[in-house]
């Protein structure tokens, strides 16, 4: 069984006074592992929102379906296993943070002891514990998403769903919510989170998938997706004579002075070994090597860019 | 079912952490106090006009409170985007709307409870002896208000807090001048209209049913099997209601 599958799944919303209809999500076909850290990227408006909105049953697919756990998403026993964080999240703000998270226990069906302990702990992992008893509206965002994370996580859930969850923390939070995601792997739970911020979800996910005004447009594990033959390595070298950079060109990709250095790139190691051996007989002083991989930028960029020219 | 309780639990603390209602409370108390000042200016009758302005600020002050805080119990979650969070919890959304909509009808029962002790007490200053008609009348008031939360409910589902509001308004007026709208068409019978008025007779609350306020303060006597037929007509109507709502908010979709 599968944490997450979609088959076919597609949102038209109504748009504007005539009702006319806007496609958010075209036949998205997604199966995700029990175990996964799944990532669901794209740029603003690609329908990452609408895609867990559906799948928490806030709004209804036009066409297609959606099953959490082999669940269809209305399913209560399946809903008490899940975790949401909506994207900008807002919860009651007469509430103070501890009152909500009991609320929300009370839902899960939790015991009242059971409550004040989980709230506890939660409120000291994502570091709120001192507004603990302030009331939501004095919260800043990032306190919010932080109380927005805690409450996702109430119930032990086994599968979690996270949108956007980066947005609105600083450099350390991000830094513990990376941490915190790994935790729930090493624990065995199902994440499938949305982001537009690809270095976070660079080193984080098993798995992603680039959506694209609504449309799939790759999915894979990081390591099949990131074309790893495409993988250059950078040269930064001095002394380089007229001469020595006549032999090094046809062995790089591309070659440039900047000042009185060189930098240059090579597609394989082969080029770069020679490129290296003519270096060193032709005087030039080797600075720096770096191999540089395709980031997901490149190939985001790339993907989505291949699209719009289509 | 518990978890409609708790939903209602959290409902009723939202409403008495908002100022609002302490306003209305404070405003209402103040009026059935100043009854007392108007009794004493007027030669007799004192008593009566007592009861008729405290029975009237309790009406009133209920409705503002069914109709203010019930257009805003469906639409403002949705506008806040605090559903988000609350539906994908273990709750249907059926169970959702119950627990907002018996939420805010314990609200209302503490505020009439509270108006009425303050009515009796003013009674007692006056060493008026304790009088449970005008309890009766009470009960029907209270009764009269389930259901404009319900009408309040249904409009929370599917427009925004003001719209909603202008129309449960609507509906109160029309339903309560129900009986002459029936008797329209003697008036104007040209055109559609006397249809319409006649659709509207069947279809809105018939708000005069609950309102026995005259003849209880006359010292009449109110037959129990009125009550009673009253008492079951609103929660018809408030069943009615709760389906058409649970009807209208399954099918929404959350934006
Ligand atoms: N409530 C809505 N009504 C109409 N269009 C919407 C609504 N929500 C989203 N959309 C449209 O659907 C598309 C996908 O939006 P969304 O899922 O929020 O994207 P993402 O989360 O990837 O930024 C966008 O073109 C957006 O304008
Ligand atoms: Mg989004």
Known sequence: MSAVETIGLTKDYEVGFLKKPHRALDHLDLEVEQGEIFGLIGPNGAGKTTTLKLLMGLVFPTEGEARILGKPVDDRRMKAEIGYLPEQPYFYDYLTGRELLNYFGQLFGLSSAERRSRADELLAKVGITSAADVQLRKYSKGMTQRLGVAQALLNRPRVVFLDEPMSGLDPVGRREMTLLVRELQGSGVTVFFCSHILPDVEQLCDRVAILDKGKLVAVGRMSEILDVSIDTIEVVADNVEAELEVKLRPLCRSLERVGDRVRLSCAEQADFDDAAAELMQGGGRLLSVTPVKQTLEDLFVRKVGEKAQT | ?255
């Open chain 2, 1 to 255: 079912m518990i978890r409609v309780g708790y939903i209602a639990l959290n409902t009723y603390r939202e409403t008495v952490r908002d100022k609002v209602l302490y306003n209305l409370v404070l405003f209402a108390l103040l009026m059935i106090a100043s009854s007392y000042i108007l009794g004493k200016i007027s030669v007799y009758q004192e008593v009566k006009i007592i009861k008729d302005l405290g029975l009237a600020a309790i009406s009133i002050f209920g409705m503002a409170i069914a109709i203010f805080v019930g257009i805003g119990l469906v639409s403002k979650e949705i506008d806040k985007r605090t559903l988000y969070s609350l539906l994908p919890k273990p709750i249907t959304r059926v169970q959702f709307l119950l627990g907002k909509y018996f939420g805010l009808c314990l609200t209302v029962l503490v505020n009439v409870l509270v108006m009425t002790a303050g009515l009796y007490f003013l009674l007692f200053l006056m060493s008026e002896p304790f009088e449970p008609a005008l309890l009766k009348a009470i009960f029907l008031i209270y009764v009269k208000l389930t259901v404009l939360v319900g009408v309040a409910l249904l409009f929370s589902t599917f427009t925004s807090s003001t719209l909603a509001g202008v129309f449960a308004g609507f509906v109160y007026v029309v339903g309560y001048f129900s009986t002459d709208l029936k008797n329209f068409d003697s008036v104007v019978d040209t055109g559609a209209l006397p249809q319409i008025t006649k659709a509207l007779y069947y279809l809105l609350p018939n708000f005069k049913n609950f309102d026995i306020k005259a003849p209880i303060v006359a010292g009449d006597i109110v037959p129990m099997t009125q009550i009673v037929w009253a008492t079951a007509y609103g929660l018809v109507y408030v069943s009615l209601l709760l389906v058409a709502s649970a009807w209208v908010f399954q099918r929404r979709n959350l934006k």
